[in-house]
């Protein structure tokens, strides 16, 4: 069975770089699984940050950027900000109408 | 405004059956395919179902495969999910999420706040 994989935490200090990754547990990740990436904080709905690889959702800051690395989709935030202490995931488009969530990124700001 | 608003959730004995509902404003509901996703308590962000905009095309999770069914009624800007055969496992909350297509792919851009489902043994 195919599982999304991506790092289960993951700390950045204010103002640094950080760079989440998403795989397949088989396989390459590569722009036809058409990634898409998700913020939640406790108590909330997610929130679209980027989908189709690197397109940010309506009202995103630039700071996020989304991309291909390797076999990875990648999810990078620049200058992190306090409120960027969230969970991530990632989802992949597997095709069939079927999508597969990652198991999340707790991201600390610290 | 695009709004998402869940309902049916409670709490149920393993084994039983639950129908949630998703009530959708604010956009044409049945040019877009739903989804519904579930998180469990403390944990990630699951996939269960999705439907075409029509309600011809289904599609599921195998954790739920033949014990959920998903439908819509495109006359009330309705969504469904049928849950049968509950078990401890499927405890969680359930969002209904709208499905958006861009340029061959497809995300979710709007989520309900999500509907509580607790099955006990």
């Known amino acids: 069975q195919t599982v999304v994989t991506q790092e289960a935490s993951f700390s950045v200090s204010p103002g640094g770089t950080v760079t989440l990754t998403c795989g397949l547990s088989s396989g390459s990740v590569s722009t036809t699984y058409y990634p898409n990436w998700y913020k939640q904080t406790p108590g909330q709905a997610p929130r679209t940050l980027i989908y189709n690889t690197d397109t940010r959702s309506s009202g995103v800051p630039d700071r996020f950027s989304g991309s291909i690395l390797g076999n990875e989709a990648a999810l990078t935030i620049t200058g992190a900000q306090a409120d960027d202490e969230a969970d991530y995931y990632c989802v992949l488009c597997m095709g069939s109408g079927v999508s597969l969530f990652g198991g999340g990124t707790r991201l600390t700001v610290l | 405004e695009v709004q998402l608003l869940e309902s049916g959730g409670g709490l149920v004995r393993s084994g039983g059956s639950l129908r949630l509902s998703c009530a959708a404003s604010g956009f044409t509901f049945s040019k877009y395919a739903m989804t519904w996703v579930r998180q469990a308590p403390g944990k990630g962000l699951e996939w269960v179902s999705a439907?075409?905009?029509?309600?011809?095309?289904?599609y599921y999770a195998d954790s739920v495969r033949g014990r959920f069914t998903i439908s819509r009624d495109n006359s009330k800007n309705t969504l469904f999910l049928q849950m049968n055969s509950l078990r401890v496992e499927d405890t969680a909350l359930y969002y209904c999420?709208?499905?958006?297509?861009?340029?061959?792919?497809?995300?979710?851009?709007?989520w309900g706040l999500g509907a509580q489902v607790t099955v006990s043994s």
């Open positions: 439907i075409s905009g029509t309600g011809g095309s289904t």
């Open positions: 999420a709208k499905r958006f297509y861009v340029n061959s792919g497809y995300y979710f851009d709007y």
